[in-house]
């Protein structure tokens, strides 16, 4: 029953168009009703204290720092960087695509951000190379959702503060999964455009790749910096947030020199509207995760899954289909914050390692981005890209399958995950 009214209430008031934070709140107060809980004290302290987590500043942080690469030129400059090194090869416009998505979810963390700029840079240049339009839509939206597996990522920080679990470590982990998924689209590209008679341009001389090499080593210096910080210890991730903005606004405005003081207002603002919305999110979802708790709905869960709890393998398969349906119908920060503390208990009472349960969770919810029917992702590039919603999710499909099938391949596989991390831990 507990479980029917927690649902139920949260369905229903997504189904009369309520935005998910007031949903979630919304279901919040049904179950406290339900328990004969109901405090309105009790539901302040806990949008309160949901907010109120220092590694949780990392997130503004991130979202600022995706917000200036884009307006000063760092994006731009990676993609023109990728597309000299293989916009030669046969439907290299894809594989521009693909680098350049690896290289900017190094930067940003954030699916929509690079989505939305590798829409704008490169779908006009796909489509007037001769690509098909839906195809080229289909992977900038499936390159764009690797952008919260590889750090630093967005989320990662927010399951890592709902979940209790290693930040710098899921950072670490993140690394050859999302590769992993960028070797799939990369596989998956070549099979679609092996057929397509698409010229591409002419191998760029090697002046020009110095060039544009030298154009892009400041971007390129960002995730360097970031990932042998974490390394040696040097910062935590939220500092490395702060470390992220704060030079991609002085590259931006020294080096580059795209941005002047009067457009940093803007970029703030965005930044802070955008921050606003999530940690609001986050907030709202701490209420549920706490009456989840008080309700002892992880117990139900282990009961629930307790068939599948003696095969660590059967279980993670599971879950990652659990989580796959609900991806079709959420976006991925409230499938984080409404299943991580339901899954938890059962993950470590299987003894399923967190670091590489949470890798994969967070990769099944990037996929969700662009998993019909909501598929926020597929909005932004169907939006930006002022193509038809169904022409993009056409497009999506192979790439999106491609990107399940080697999330499962990790399942079957855990030492995919787990040998890097070992190795770059040390």
Known sequence: MTVFIFLGSLLLAMALGIPIAMALLASGVA???????????????????????????????????GEIMNEGGLSRRIVNLALTLVGHIKG??????????????????????????????????MTKAGH??????????????????IPPSIGLVIFGVSAN????????????PGLLMGLSLWLTWGWLVRREAVVPPPRAAMGEVLRSLREASWALMLPLIILVGLRMGVFTPT???????????????????EIGWRDVYGIFVTAAKTSAIVMFLIAAAMVSAWLITVANLPAMMVDLLQPFM?????????????AMVIGTALDMTPTILIMTPVLMPVVRAAGIDPVYFGVLFII????????????TVLNVVAGVGRIKMDDVTRGVMPFMTAQFVIMFVMVLFPELVLAPLRWLTG
Do not use: H
């Not at 098909?132 to 597996?149: K, N, S, W």
């Not at 679990?165 to 050859?176: C, E, K, T, Y």
């Not at 500092?239 to 020199?257: D, G, H, N, W």
């Open 364 to 375: 099944n919810c990037s996929i969700g981005l662009i998993t019909p029917p909501v598929g």
């Open 239 to 257: 500092e490395a947030a702060v470390v992220a903005a704060v030079y991609a606004l002085l590259v931006s405005m020294v080096v580059y020199r």
């Open 31 to 65: 179950l406290m009703w339900q328990m004969n809980l109901f405090d309105a004290q009790i539901l302040a302290l806990n949008i309160i204290s949901g907010a109120d987590s220092f590694p949780l500043l990392a997130v503004p942080f991130f979202m600022l720092a």
């Open 310 to 322: 003696g095969n660590k393998t059967a279980l993670m398969a599971a879950i990652m289909v659990l």
């Open 132 to 149: 098909d339009r839906a195809r080229a839509g289909g992977l900038i939206a499936a390159t764009g959702v690797i952008g919260p597996v």
């Open 92 to 125: 290299g416009l894809g594989y521009v695509t693909i680098v350049a998505g690896c290289i900017m979810a190094a930067l940003s963390g954030s699916a929509v951000a690079d989505a939305a700029a590798l829409t704008a840079l490169l779908l006009p240049m």
């Open 165 to 176: 679990v290693s930040v710098s470590r899921l950072f670490l982990a993140g690394i050859v």
